[in-house]
């Protein structure tokens, strides 16, 4: 096991130092390849991805999990068509972000540069693999991704494709690495290698996230556990409240930016909820909630501390009814994992106070927490979302997988 991680992070290490200086094109040669490759061979992702659902239900995994294991035409179209928009938006690399000249006559520069090898984490998310790929690419890094074993299968297929179509247009080989072992020393392994690994970024659960943190000698960047919360004002439009509320937390409960826990203003509970929850209660929610929420629907179930601290990423939802504002601002203050939060209200000084007071990465109004995400913001495509605020916040997109050089022009000066 030591063998192949050491193997496959030297060739990413030797890639690097080829994938910081090729130019634009080939790069975006090479994601254009891999796109049209990903579709090319649909039909045999697919079959190994059939192997590993078939594994993951067998192995009791949560009918969300299985979803986000889940890989059909349209998303592997929906793959392909993410590195497109990658190799469509501009490099980041060579880019001066500024320049400026000291009175001794030096011209001083900040350019931006690849991190160089890129050490990826993640779960039951096959769809990473492509994502961390052609970012990581793009932006000039080698990647080193190792994907949960519940995904091996289809990890393979996807890397073997895409890797191969990279490698065609001109890319190093050992640009895109996968781990495949499934024993979970490996990851123990890699965290300690900084020797080859410049960043390590994991994408998962709670677990994962801690287990990276705390056992890493290699700089990490945390991305995001998603206790994300939509609150509800005195002054929200309802009808729009519930579409959102609705949206949040069903249209893909098993992912980071869904909705988790729902507050409410006392003064609309008694009008909205009962629409609310019975809609929620449709579409296959368990709802679990504060005695208040409780006396206007009683099939509710109560809701205990844990839940409101809770990244459910499934069908349930904790509800508590609030007395006002500064109550649902203490409460995200309390449980919220600073990744994103929404107020749903038409009264422009309360969203502005929700803006500036709520700390996350991404706060909205008057809209869904679902669109934290790199391509819904433009990005192309993510390679994760980071809850902390150094040295990326947010969806992390081309500029957040490079860093700054500076470059110093001359003509004889020394220093005195």
Same mark, same amino acid.
């Given at each position: 096991?030591?063998?192949?991680?050491?193997?496959?992070?030297?060739?990413?290490?030797?890639?690097?130092?080829?994938?910081?200086?090729?130019?634009?094109?080939?790069?975006?040669?090479?994601?254009?390849?891999?796109?049209?490759?990903?579709?090319?061979?649909?039909?045999?992702?697919?079959?190994?991805?059939?192997?590993?659902?078939?594994?993951?239900?067998?192995?009791?995994?949560?009918?969300?999990?299985?979803?986000?294991?889940?890989?059909?035409?349209?998303?592997?179209?929906?793959?392909?068509?993410?590195?497109?928009?990658?190799?469509?938006?501009?490099?980041?690399?060579?880019?001066?972000?500024?320049?400026?000249?000291?009175?001794?006559?030096?011209?001083?520069?900040?350019?931006?540069?690849?991190?160089?090898?890129?050490?990826?984490?993640?779960? $039951?998310?096959? %769809? &990473?693999?492509?994502? =961390? #790929?052609?970012?990581?690419?793009?932006?000039?890094? *080698?990647?080193? /991704?190792?994907?949960?074993?519940?995904?091996?299968?289809?990890?393979? $297929?996807?890397? %073997? &494709?895409?890797?191969? =179509? #990279?490698?065609?247009?001109?890319?190093?080989?050992? *640009?895109?690495? /996968?781990?495949?072992?499934?024993?979970?020393?490996?990851?123990?392994?890699?965290?300690?290698?900084?020797?080859?690994?410049?960043?390590?970024?994991?994408?998962?659960?709670?677990?994962?996230?801690?287990?990276?943190?705390?056992?890493?000698?290699?700089?990490?960047?945390?991305?995001?556990?998603?206790?994300?919360?939509?609150?509800?004002?005195?002054?929200?439009?309802?009808?729009?409240?519930?579409?959102?509320?609705?949206?949040?937390?069903?249209?893909?409960?098993?992912?980071?930016?869904?909705?988790?826990?729902?507050?409410?203003?006392?003064?609309?509970?008694?009008?909205?909820?009962?629409?609310?929850?019975?809609?929620?209660?449709?579409?296959?929610?368990?709802?679990?909630?504060?005695?208040?929420?409780?006396?206007?629907?009683?099939?509710?179930?109560?809701?205990?501390?844990?839940?409101?601290?809770?990244?459910?990423?499934?069908?349930?939802?904790?509800?508590?009814?609030?007395?006002?504002?500064?109550?649902?601002?203490?409460?995200?203050?309390?449980?919220?994992?600073?990744?994103?939060?929404?107020?749903?209200?038409?009264?422009?000084?309360?969203?502005?106070?929700?803006?500036?007071?709520?700390?996350?990465?991404?706060?909205?109004?008057?809209?869904?927490?679902?669109?934290?995400?790199?391509?819904?913001?433009?990005?192309?495509?993510?390679?994760?979302?980071?809850?902390?605020?150094?040295?990326?916040?947010?969806?992390?997109?081309?500029?957040?997988?490079?860093?700054?050089?500076?470059?110093?022009?001359?003509?004889?000066?020394?220093?005195?």
């Amino acid at each position: 096991m030591e063998r192949q991680v050491i193997a496959k992070a030297k060739k990413a290490r030797e890639a690097a130092r080829k994938l910081a200086y090729l130019s634009t094109d080939i790069k975006n040669d090479a994601l254009l390849a891999m796109a049209d490759s990903l579709l090319k061979n649909t039909y045999n992702i697919l079959e190994a991805n059939a192997l590993d659902v078939h594994e993951g239900a067998k192995n009791g995994l949560s009918q969300a999990l299985l979803d986000r294991l889940l890989l059909n035409q349209a998303r592997v179209a929906d793959m392909a068509n993410g590195l497109a928009m990658v190799a469509s938006l501009p490099d980041p690399v060579g880019e001066v972000e500024s320049m400026w000249t000291r009175p001794n006559g030096l011209r001083i520069g900040r350019t931006r540069v690849p991190l160089g090898v890129v050490g990826i984490i993640y779960e $039951a998310r096959p %769809n &990473v693999t492509v994502d =961390a #790929a052609g970012l990581c690419l793009k932006a000039g890094n *080698a990647v080193l /991704l190792r994907g949960g074993s519940e995904a091996i299968n289809s990890n393979k $297929a996807i890397t %073997n &494709v895409i890797a191969e =179509a #990279a490698i065609r247009e001109g890319m190093p080989e050992g *640009a895109i690495n /996968l781990i495949e072992t499934t024993d979970r020393e490996a990851v123990n392994f890699m965290l300690k290698l900084n020797d080859y690994i410049d960043v390590i970024i994991p994408r998962g659960g709670a677990s994962l996230i801690q287990t990276v943190v705390q056992n890493a000698t290699v700089p990490v960047i945390e991305t995001g556990v998603g206790n994300c919360h939509v609150f509800v004002d005195r002054y929200a439009d309802l009808e729009k409240a519930q579409r959102i509320v609705l949206n949040a937390k069903c249209q893909r409960p098993g992912v980071c930016n869904a909705l988790e826990s729902l507050l409410v203003h006392q003064a609309v509970a008694a009008e909205f909820l009962p629409v609310a929850l019975e809609a929620l209660k449709t579409a296959g929610v368990e709802v679990r909630g504060c005695e208040r929420t409780r006396d206007v629907a009683g099939w509710v179930n109560p809701a205990s501390e844990e839940d409101y601290a809770s990244e459910f990423l499934d069908l349930i939802i904790s509800v508590k009814v609030v007395d006002g504002f500064d109550e649902a601002l203490d409460h995200i203050y309390r449980y919220s994992t600073r990744h994103s939060e929404a107020i749903i209200t038409e009264n422009y000084t309360r969203a502005i106070r929700f803006l500036n007071e709520v700390d996350a990465a991404a706060v909205y109004i008057n809209a869904s927490t679902r669109f934290t995400d790199g391509g819904q913001f433009g990005f192309g495509a993510e390679i994760g979302i980071s809850t902390q605020k150094l040295h990326a916040r947010g969806p992390m997109g081309l500029k957040e997988l490079t860093t700054n050089k500076y470059i110093v022009f001359g003509d004889g000066q020394i220093r005195e």
